[in-house]
């Protein structure tokens, strides 16, 4: 028949280990199923190009965890300032001075924040909830899923080592391409964006910077996520020709490449790290649950990531999920009842489609070189920045507050 368990998450990255450690003093039989458990952390390992912005929201809850002052305590760069604009700022005269009017910089200042986030490796949020749930009640369970047989109550997952396990509750935080999703038979809306990001790690000549920016071209966004120490993070998002002729490119002509497209904000570099690309793909699941099983993070939705929000989404359904459950468990409510389910469902399913739909906008609306066009989104970008109302609803929104 297998192990019995009332809670099973399948996928221990971020937001599953998150969502198993939120739930673990709840005395729930819980496991977490992650066959790739990170490395603890060493201060010598090298910068991974995997990074997130994390909101304030998304500390709040890391605190709440008890993992946040450990991710302090190895490695992360908090920004107090965000710039977004399209115009060249570089250009001479006139036309430098109105793009600058045309840009819009937020500042913790706006919201009396101490920052509007932090950049931090996935690896280290994942190993610290890792490490904080090897303390707990929690089963980790490090084995990949051979099959999974879905059954409202009692799903049937057997595992690579031969372990069979039963799950009254089944929570997918299995990815995009979640398996257990798959297995329930849960529809999904998807498309794959006409470009790619290409991740560059850099050594700067500038210690840690205080601002992340970022600036719109008809090709894709060129972006800065500072990191700790002489490090940033550059994202160049390109057609996926484009792409992969930088990839190719040795170290010289990729500083050539930076420096020729990146604006002179970027400053030296002194080297380039480490670099990947990946797809980009919309999703966003038509529905959250089924009897038995539940989706969270990017197995539920998928978003364009130029405004960072993948990871902050993610935590804010382990928030609602886990309050859901919890009150469930309060009135006496079994763990699969629907009613916790479709509350949850109702609390974020909404929330996540705007801003899934909102980088869809903010994707169409910056990838083309139209005049009309590009005037309205350059006005709209100059309107938020000289607005401190719009602004301050903006970072908000951004900030999960």
């Known amino acids: 028949m297998g192990e019995q368990h009332d809670l099973v998450v399948v996928g221990g990255g971020m937001v599953g280990a998150a ?73 001479p005269g006139l036309q430098g001075r109105v793009a600058d009017k045309l840009a819009t910089e937020f500042n913790s200042d706006d919201m009396a924040l101490t920052e509007l986030g932090y950049i931090v490796e996935n690896r280290l949020i994942q190993r610290a909830l890792i490490e904080q749930l090897q303390q707990s009640a929690v089963e980790l369970i490090s084995a990949q899923v051979r099959s999974i047989d879905y059954s409202p109550g009692a799903s049937l997952l057997e595992l690579a080592d031969d372990r069979v396990l039963v799950a009254r509750l089944l929570v997918a935080a299995d990815g995009g391409n979640s398996m257990v999703r798959s297995a329930a038979a849960l529809p999904v809306h998807q498309w794959d964006y006409a470009q790619k990001a290409m991740v560059i790690n850099v050594t700067t000549e500038a210690a840690q910077q205080e601002i992340t920016w970022q600036q719109f071209t008809p090709s894709g966004p060129h972006a800065l996520l500072p990191l700790p120490g002489n490090h940033a993070s550059l994202v160049w998002y390109d057609s996926p020709a484009r792409i992969n002729q930088l990839l190719k490119l040795d170290e010289a002509g990729l500083q050539e490449a930076l420096a020729q497209t990146f604006p ?7 080297s380039i790290d480490a670099r990947a690309a990946f797809p980009l793909r919309r999703l966003h699941a038509l529905n959250y649950y089924k009897p038995g099983v539940v989706l969270v993070g990017d197995a539920a939705h998928q978003l364009n990531p130029l405004a960072g929000q993948g990871v902050n989404l993610g935590f804010q359904d382990v928030k609602a999920l886990t309050e859901s459950l919890k009150q469930a468990l309060e009135q006496g409510l079994r763990i699969d009842d629907p009613a916790p389910l479709a509350r949850y469902e109702k609390q974020r399913r909404n929330a996540n489609l705007i801003m899934v739909q909102a ?30 109302v719009l602004r301050k609803q903006i970072i908000k929104l951004a900030s999960g507050l």
């Open 19 to 91: 969502t198993a450690l939120a739930l673990a003093e709840t005395g729930l039989k819980i496991a977490l199923i992650e066959p790739k458990i990170p490395q603890p952390f060493a201060a010598d390992q090298p910068l991974d190009l995997r990074v997130s912005a994390l909101s304030p929201a998304s500390v709040d809850l890391l605190d709440q965890l008890d993992v946040w002052s450990k991710i302090l305590s190895w490695r992360a760069a908090p920004y107090r300032r965000m710039r977004v604009w399209e115009l060249d700022e570089d250009a």
């Open 264 to 270: 002179r904000r970027l400053g030296e570099l002194r």
């Open 359 to 388: 980088m869809d906008t903010f994707y169409r609306g910056f990838s083309n070189n139209l005049g009309p066009l590009k005037l309205a989104r350059n006005l709209i970008l100059g309107l938020s920045g000289n607005l401190p």
